[in-house]
């Protein structure tokens, strides 16, 4: 691979750009982001587009699709397999009469997102019930969460703690998400989620990339945890979330600082993620081991984790320094 730095924004904080840009013609909010994502595009990427296993990676059963739209934002074309498999959980909701758990959705946008199914249905390993069953729980979920300003007011007294926050982008474009775990200590298991919930809803309202990154890279930094204060339970409820919520967007996840003493939890937490979400999750004894370079451009990634970018020190807005699209992988 080679290369990818940028963030068009430079060191603009994203505050500064109003959270809801564009309305539809009745006044209500649309897609928040469409506009600055257009822009990361057009500037940052231009002609680049992630090969085809980065696409879908594999075929068949064993097959896992990582992006699901063209880069105008429209849906991709599912292949024979893909299509099949949807055709199965279609059948299975018309004979069952259970109808589409989807269209309980409260949300408008969120029921015209019609790459749901598919990212259940393959998160679910293909068997409909499953995905039946995990769309339902999804939907009961969804429709309890706030608006993202909502979650915005309730989640900011958290974020002076530095729990969590975006920072960069990977080789492959990807936003970064830091999570800090010595932080988790410090904070109960609803407020974990809650943090959480906000960071990627934003993330995928405003840092996403239809057709080009639609996933995530996660830093998980054990370097400050000792063994008796790991955080386990909430950990555990925090990767869980992401999994079972937001279907096929983690791209990468690397647990750094990870001493030997705490690779048995580390363990545990994996054994409660399906087999797809606990390969994409590799770990590190040190927080800024040299290979974490080869994912990310030193100027994407903080100093503390061996890059060159400054590190963090304000939590309540992501942080993206100018990206070279020179960095892009090209692979």
């Not at 029921?111 to 393959?122: A, C, E, H, P, V």
């Not at 958290?158 to 926050?165: A, N, S």
């Not at 990627?200 to 945890?225: M, T």
């Not at 970018?309 to 692979?331: E, K």
Request: hydrophobic share 40%; proline share 6%.
């Amino acid at each position: 691979s080679s290369s990818v730095t940028s963030c068009c924004y430079g060191w603009k904080r994203l505050t500064e750009i109003p959270m809801i840009a564009l309305k539809h013609a009745d006044g209500s909010p649309a897609d928040v982001a469409a506009r600055e994502r257009h822009n990361l595009h057009m500037t940052c990427v231009g002609s680049w587009r992630p090969s085809p296993s980065c696409v879908v990676l594999g075929d068949g059963p064993s097959q896992q699709r990582r992006i699901f739209r063209e880069v105008d934002g429209t849906v991709a074309s599912w292949n024979a397999f893909e299509a099949a498999q949807l055709l199965a959980l279609d059948e299975h909701w018309k004979q069952t009469g259970l109808g589409n758990p989807l269209d309980q959705l409260r949300s408008e946008r969120d029921r015209r997102d019609n790459t749901q199914k598919l990212r259940f249905i393959q998160g679910c390993n293909w068997d409909v019930l499953q995905a039946t069953s995990a769309l339902a729980a999804y939907v009961e979920w969804r429709n309890g969460v706030p608006p993202l300003e909502k979650l915005h007011e309730l989640v900011s007294p958290l974020f002076p703690r530095g729990i969590m926050y975006w920072h960069g982008r990977d080789r492959y474009f990807r936003p970064i998400l830091v999570l800090n775990c010595d932080g988790l200590t410090m904070c109960s298991q609803d407020e974990a989620l809650s943090l959480s919930t906000y960071w990627l809803d934003y993330a995928v309202e405003r840092l996403l990339v239809p057709g080009v990154a639609e996933s995530w890279v996660v830093l998980v930094n054990l370097g400050h945890v000792g063994m008796t204060d790991f955080p386990v339970m909430v950990l555990k409820a925090v990767v869980q979330s992401l999994q079972n919520r937001y279907r096929a967007r983690l791209g990468r996840a690397v647990v750094l600082g990870l001493p030997w003493l705490l690779q048995m939890l580390v363990s545990t937490v994996k054994s409660f993620l399906s087999a797809a979400t606990a390969n994409k999750i590799e770990t590190s004894s040190e927080v800024a081991p040299a290979s974490l370079l080869g994912l990310i451009p030193a100027d994407q990634l903080e100093q503390k984790f061996g890059g060159v970018a400054h590190d963090v020190t304000q939590y309540d807005a992501p942080v993206m320094p100018v990206f070279d699209p020179a960095s892009l992988a090209v692979d």
